[in-house]
DNA sequence: GACATATGTTGTCACTGTAAACATTATTCG
DNA sequence: CGAATAATGTTTACAGTGACAACATATGTC
């Protein structure tokens, strides 16, 4: 009974060891030998599951932004526009404080450069949704003479720069770690409620 | 004269060598063994200059920093207020995209993470003189009644993620190619200049 | 129950960072 | 000037890593 000669989900267990190093030693310290050992395998076991480290990232990533999506949709159905914007915004930084590992591994040149299909086309789909938000939005009447594009730029930056600043060791040495969700909100709130 | 035993100036070359792979390559293809290859000099030759790799990248970071703070006060003896927050906003993004080794060794925990007390003053310095030109700002009329807190985290975390939107692969696969210097500024002019 | 497939293991290779012991050149100081 | 010393390189060595190939065992299927 001890021992089994197979794990029996090593594939998963592999998976949420992987988050759990991340989470609270970086993405730097994750070594695939080293999972293995975490989960007393042999040290070439993880290669059955997944063709290589970036390979192994790239799912995480995937389910990363899966859960991205889902959670800024979480209200549930909002129509396109501001409201939906400020819920996606809010919902992205949320996101990437609360999962750091899957905020950094999106980020990595690795990943992405090998990034699947279906990983593409979960980021396009979430970056096409705040594009039709922008565009709603100044249908509606916010900043109506303002490129969009330049919202657009500015919304994104916006929204990663503050997940990042909240989440890199150098830019919380800068900023303090006294700030709240409503700072966040309160920040955001400053481009989505004008001047 | 040939292959003399002593390189001459190993170090600067290995600084410049790395910049110069960092910029191409990216972060993660740098190894000081490379290095000494492409120098043609022993592997561990490196070592007599920098006492690890992490070494390496923090002083080319604390010149990075110190590049940084120059190219921000670029035009001069700007007075402290909007107009010189203007000029450091857009000369961050741009020193970010002009020296994207500079910007990405910034942003490595493991640099951070052992940062000398030079670094460290050299980010607190840049940090301080954007906090004061916020609120000099405010007391000439910029968005008086906004919390300071706010607009500065704001600030960063604008500066930060324009400089990573257009620098990082994923956000450059998003938000497309086609942008230049008067989009950067168009976007932080949204944020300077109000609704 | 035999066979095919999925999953683990062992052994190996090339690469990396780092350290220690040694070699050569530069510098300093009597 | 010349010897002691410091600075700089080299060689050798070790442990850790990702990756591959050959092999072993379990699982599932006809």
Do not use: C
């Not at 914007?85 to 992205?92: A, E, F, H, V």
């Not at 990943?111 to 990983?119: E, G, K, N, T």
């Not at 709603?136 to 919304?155: F, I, T």
């Amino acid at each position: 009974m001890s021992d089994p000669y197979h794990h029996g989900n090593l594939r998963t267990a592999l998976i949420e060891r992987a988050i759990e190093i991340m989470d609270k030693e970086g993405l730097e310290k994750l070594s695939l030998r080293g999972l293995a050992r975490d989960l007393d395998v042999s040290h070439a076991a993880p290669l059955r599951h997944f063709a290589n480290k970036a390979d192994l990232l790239q799912e995480i990533a995937q389910t990363g932004v899966e859960r991205l999506i889902a959670a800024s949709q979480s209200a549930g159905d909002l129509k396109p526009g501001l409201d939906r914007l400020r819920q996606t915004m809010n919902g992205y930084v949320l996101w990437a404080t609360e999962n750091p590992a899957y905020h950094h591994i999106l980020r990595n040149p690795d990943v992405m450069r090998h990034a699947s299909d279906d990983l593409k086309s979960s980021v396009d789909k979430f970056a096409s949704m705040q594009w039709e938000d922008i565009t709603v939005a100044q249908m509606n009447g916010w900043r109506p003479d303002e490129d969009p594009r330049l919202l657009y730029l500015h919304l994104i930056s916006l929204t990663a720069g503050t997940a990042i600043v909240l989440t890199d060791p150098m830019y919380r040495a800068v900023v303090g770690r006294e700030l709240d969700n409503a700072d966040i909100k309160g920040s955001i709130s400053i481009f989505l409620d004008g001047a």
